[in-house]
Nanobody, 123 residues
Framework: QVRLVESGGGFVEPGGSLTLSCATT????????VAWFRQVPGKEREGVSC????????DYARSVKGRFAIWRDNINNTVYLRMNSLKAEDTAVYHC????????????????WGQGTQVTVST
């Protein structure tokens, strides 16, 4: 069973930054494409970023492009999401997930995901 653990969420004022981490001790993350998606109660899940396993290519939702960055640290078996210029509308629970497209990046097809970490952007 895939077990992903997210961390790094918190409370931040608009314009602030956070870096989320996605780690696991159960398997090697660089064998999988990994995505971040966010969930707000009553709203549809939104894929925000992903990184492929084969060539390291990345993709971002239009709502976060230019503000968020995803990368891998294969030595530490971790995928990170740096979030800059945060807005109130970025408030959500953020989950990392392995891609349902296996090696390939996807913002909509998720195979397994963790419990998530809460990000709250507010004054």
């Amino acid at each position: 069973q895939v077990r992903l653990v997210e961390s790094g969420g918190g409370f931040v004022e608009p314009g602030g930054s956070l870096t989320l981490s996605c780690a696991t001790t159960k398997f090697t993350l660089d064998y999988f494409a990994v995505a971040w998606f966010r969930q707000v109660p009553g709203k549809e899940r939104e894929g925000v970023s992903c990184i492929s396993a084969n060539d390291g290519s990345t993709d971002y939702a239009r709502s976060v492009k230019g503000r968020f960055a995803i990368w891998r640290d294969n030595i530490n078996n971790t995928v990170y999401l740096r979030m800059n210029s945060l807005k109130a509308e970025d408030t959500a629970v953020y989950h990392c997930a392995t891609s349902g497209a296996y090696l390939h990046c996807s913002l909509t097809d998720f195979a397994s995901w963790g419990q998530g970490t809460q990000v709250t952007v507010s004054t």
